[in-house]
């Protein structure tokens, strides 16, 4: 406690720009989460919606790409991708990555990272998107199928605007977990907030004292206690607006990562 | 495709004891975190404000926090200040630490579910309130969370591969990652790997769906 308590090792925090390149590693980190994100949605709603197919063949194998997807370890998918992605994929990357993506996004392994994540959020959100459309009555669909519309319309007006929102709170949980998770690419030399914390508790930082890594990694984990509070009262309170609005309760969905809920008519 | 059930004959003692690693790690660290969860709950469900405060904020620390930030400031950061803690002992705390926050939540949830007239009864019994807890709340709420105890389980099976990777325990990822270092055959090794976690995931899908079979109450 004494060690933990020390001022001697707080002053770090206020030591040559310390602190700031802690933040600009967090950055990066919010900014590879939200990229991962926006993918993952996409690919999500692809995969579910083929997952829900009438087609049983496309419905089998998008239900195999989910789980085997969504049940290995994400740390597992990183690694794999970083090793064995081919080098002309990185160099694409690396030329069609936009300019006002900052430098270390530009890397040809930031590649492997972002792909490993999508490949994974993509799955997960995949089965909270498909848990949305089947918490919908059947009615909805019953209904627009006998009001004339047809399979495509009855998705796009009536089953996914519904069936979506509902997965709002869900989704905005995924993206915790998801912020979390960023932390992993680390491993495969993506300078974000942890190697930057290593950086600054290295032995060879600049020559000078290295700042004590108890401290800098609790500076680090608040970080993203701060950010992820406000992103579950977010989700929280879309919560509450979706069952103000809809009159629906919010009930866990089973098979699903820890956190995720997802809403069902009651 | 043969040289890729040779590699598997080949290195089949390597790959096991990997498994089995892996096996070992999640196991200690889901009863560590069943337990500190079950108490972590109870916390939370205290008749103190301040005991209920004090579950709140290791639930919303806990559940916040980069499992790999975790890692790092138990066994390096431990280790920096001067207190000889081993990679097991870290990985084990950390990932049932992460783990019970999470076990809490769930708890809580499945100690609402059980009906106020159930405690009310109890109590008006004779039963104080520990026993009550003990004796009527929390096996029914067990019972109903067994599916999303489920769940925990698999995220902690995947996360168990963060624990090796960033504390060089010898898991099915790091054996993994070794064979393909040494045999240039990394398609093949990471694929035994990726079946070795399926077997894992699939296998608690498997029990936890018993288990709710048996003994889960539909509510």
Same mark, same amino acid.
Do not use: A, I, V, Y
């Given at each position: 406690m004494g060690y933990l308590f020390d001022p001697d090792n707080w002053e770090w925090l206020v030591r040559s720009n310390n602190l700031r390149f802690l933040l600009e590693g967090f950055l990066v980190n919010v900014q590879i989460a939200l990229i991962a994100m926006v993918f993952s949605l996409i690919f999500g709603l692809a995969l579910a919606l083929a997952r829900l197919s009438r087609n049983k063949l496309l419905s089998f194998v998008a239900g195999a790409w989910v789980d085997v997807w969504r049940n290995l370890p994400l740390i597992f998918v990183i690694l794999y991708m970083a090793i064995a992605l081919p080098t002309s994929w990185r160099e694409a990357y690396e030329n069609a990555a936009? @300019? =006002? !993506?900052p430098d270390v996004l530009r890397a040809g392994r930031v590649f492997a990272g972002l792909l490993a994540l999508v490949l994974y959020n993509s799955a997960v959100l995949a089965e909270i998107m498909r848990a949305g459309i089947n918490s919908l009555d059947r009615g909805q669909g019953e209904a627009a199928a006998a009001l004339g519309l047809s399979y495509r319309q009855r998705m796009r007006i009536v089953i996914l605007p519904q069936g979506l929102r509902r997965m709002l709170p869900a989704t905005v949980s995924q993206l915790i977990t998801l912020n979390k998770d960023t932390t992993l690419v680390s491993i495969i030399a993506i300078q974000e907030v942890v190697r930057h914390g290593r950086i600054l508790t $290295? =032995?060879? =930082? =600049? $020559?000078g004292v290295p700042a004590p890594l108890l401290q800098v990694f609790i500076v680090v984990g608040l970080m993203f206690v701060v950010t992820n509070l406000a992103l579950s009262r977010l989700s929280r309170r879309l919560e509450i607006r979706e069952q103000k609005r809809t009159g629906t309760t919010v009930e866990p969905v089973s098979g !699903?990562? @820890?956190?995720l809920a997802t809403v069902r008519a009651r | 495709m043969s040289s890729w059930l040779e590699l598997l004959t080949d290195n089949f003692g390597a790959l096991a004891s990997g498994f089995w690693v892996t096996l070992r790690l999640v196991g200690a660290s889901f009863a560590l975190a069943v337990v500190l969860g079950t108490t972590v709950a109870a916390l939370r469900i205290a008749p103190s404000v301040w005991l209920q405060r004090l579950g709140g904020v290791y639930v919303e620390t806990f559940r916040n926090v980069p499992l790999l930030v975790l890692l790092i400031l138990s066994y390096s950061g431990l280790r920096r200040a001067g207190v000889p803690i081993d990679p097991w002992t870290a990985g084990i705390a950390s990932l049932g630490l992460y783990t019970a926050a999470y076990v809490a939540e769930v708890l809580r949830s499945g100690v609402f579910a059980v009906g106020r007239g159930q405690i009310e009864a109890a109590l008006s019994l004779g039963f104080d309130q520990a026993q009550t807890l003990r004796r009527i709340v929390l096996p029914q709420a067990f019972r109903t969370v067994i599916s999303p105890l489920g769940s925990i389980t698999i995220a902690m099976i995947k996360n168990s591969a963060i624990v090796g990777a960033a504390l060089a325990i010898d898991d099915i990822l790091k054996e993994a990652r070794v064979i393909g270092a040494r045999t240039f055959e990394t398609d093949a090794a990471f694929f035994w790997a990726a079946i070795g976690y399926l077997l894992l995931t699939a296998a608690a899908t498997v029990a936890f769906r018993q288990l709710e079979r048996r003994y889960a109450i539909r509510r």
């Open positions: 936009p @300019d =006002f !993506l $290295g =032995f060879n =930082f =600049f $020559g !699903l990562e @820890d956190q | -």
